[in-house]
């Protein structure tokens, strides 16, 4: 088996949400949820087993999105032991607000990513990442992480954040790095559904405002997820091999481009779909041909997913937001307005 073959399938199960962001993209007309169906969520994980252990895959990892999966624990808890019987990494996507659902099976769970668009009251709820006028505290979710690390020591955190029109000017590195994250990841707002997006001005700002990898480095955990470490490297020196911490990577970031056609995602009725067009577009059902059959009614760059782990596609975007702002521009540094002063 190839052990440099590694692949994240993420499965939005569920389109229902206590929470309603205006630039979620998660919509898909209130599809059948397909993971109500034991027998055929069966199918749908062996046949994603089937297909990437036959090309010598050697990780597997299913990622749970919503929607809000946590708020069905008995469904996810589903999903997650089918995954677990073939052998597969399973990871969750959450907002945060019923994080203490998964406590019974987190010891299962490879990791979490926790939305977290700002650490503001009033922004929170400009964005609507709230439920009844109700939002998560910095103090509510640092006491969540740490209630399901005491369950499972390994498990990875990761936070993601959508940088959008509310939340651009804030500075949230400072606190993230109190958390001890493992992977901070900061996506772009994609024009979606009438939705037009963000500016440059407003998506290089919150970059230049928060690109801090040094500052999150600090006791980051050794934790490193496989698929990542097929294309990050850890810079750590012989001295420090023992130590509890390494200079991995703990910021990734993702334009638009990056985020089109370089997932592989399956909608609640069990179809492959992909953005990149004002419409999603689907597969057939997962349930009824083969993954193979599946992929090839779809667009998948598997160039754009490995390129979204790697340093240098990430170093190219805080250039990017420098350039913006004309931070160490040369040009400028050799600007000398001082001359002589003459009678003339």
Same mark, same amino acid.
């Given at each position: 088996m190839n052990l440099n073959k590694s692949?994240?399938?993420?499965?939005?199960?569920?389109e229902r949400c206590n929470y309603g962001c205006k630039h979620c993209f998660a919509k898909w007309g209130k599809q059948a949820e397909i993971w109500n169906n034991s027998a055929d969520v069966e199918r749908i994980i062996?046949?994603?087993?089937?297909?990437?252990?036959?090309?010598?895959?050697?990780?597997?990892?299913l990622n749970i999105v919503g929607g809000e999966p946590i708020m069905f624990p008995e469904r996810l808890w589903n999903v997650v032991e089918t995954a677990y019987k073939h052998n597969m990494e399973t990871s969750i996507i959450t907002n945060g607000s019923h994080l203490e659902n998964i406590r019974p099976f987190a010891h299962l769970i490879s990791q979490?990513?926790?939305?977290?668009?700002?650490?503001?009251?009033?922004?929170?709820?400009?964005?609507?990442?709230? &439920?009844?006028?109700?939002? =998560?505290?910095? %103090?509510?979710?640092?006491?969540?992480? $740490?209630?399901?690390?005491?369950v499972? @020591? +390994?498990?990875?955190?990761?936070?993601?954040?959508?940088?959008?029109?509310?939340?651009?000017?804030?500075?949230?590195?400072?606190?993230?790095?109190?958390?001890?994250?493992?992977?901070?990841?900061?996506?772009?707002q994609m024009p979606f559904n009438g939705n037009g997006g963000i500016s440059?001005?407003?998506?290089y700002a919150f970059i230049r405002n928060n690109y801090n990898e040094e500052l999150l480095q600090k006791n980051v955990?050794?934790?490193?997820?496989?698929?990542?470490?097929?294309?990050?490297?850890?810079?750590?020196?012989?001295?420090?091999?023992?130590?509890?911490? &390494?200079?991995?990577?703990? =910021?990734?970031? %993702?334009d638009n481009?990056?985020?089109? $056609?370089?997932?592989?995602?399956?909608? @609640? +009725?069990?179809?492959?779909?992909?953005?990149?067009?004002k419409e999603y577009s689907y597969s057939r059902p997962l349930t009824e041909v083969s993954l193979e059959e599946a992929l090839s009614d779809i667009k998948f760059d598997s160039?754009?997913?490995?390129?979204?782990?790697?340093?240098?596609?990430?170093?190219?975007?805080?250039?990017?937001?420098?350039a913006f702002f004309h931070v160490n521009d040369d040009d400028i540094g050799d600007f000398d307005c001082f001359c002589e002063l003459s009678d003339d």
């Open positions: 692949i994240v399938i993420n499965w939005h199960v569920t062996a046949n994603i087993s089937k297909h990437f252990r036959s090309q010598s895959y050697s990780q597997i990892r979490v990513g926790i939305s977290v668009d700002s650490l503001d009251h009033q922004t929170n709820l400009n964005i609507g990442r709230e &439920s009844e006028g109700k939002t =998560i505290s910095f %103090e509510q979710l640092h006491q969540k992480i $740490e209630d399901i690390r005491k499972n @020591p +390994d498990i990875k955190i990761k936070l993601n954040t959508v940088v959008n029109t509310f939340n651009y000017n804030e500075i949230l590195v400072d606190r993230f790095a109190q958390l001890h994250i493992d992977k901070w990841k900061i996506f772009r440059d001005y407003k998506f955990p050794v934790h490193q997820d496989p698929i990542e470490a097929l294309y990050m490297t850890d810079f750590v020196s012989d001295e420090k091999k023992d130590d509890e911490t &390494s200079n991995k990577q703990v =910021i990734f970031i %993702e481009k990056a985020m089109t $056609e370089s997932y592989l995602m399956i909608s @609640p +009725d069990g179809r492959f779909f992909q953005n990149g067009s160039t754009k997913f490995e390129e979204r782990y790697e340093q240098w596609s990430i170093t190219i975007a805080v250039n990017e937001a420098n």
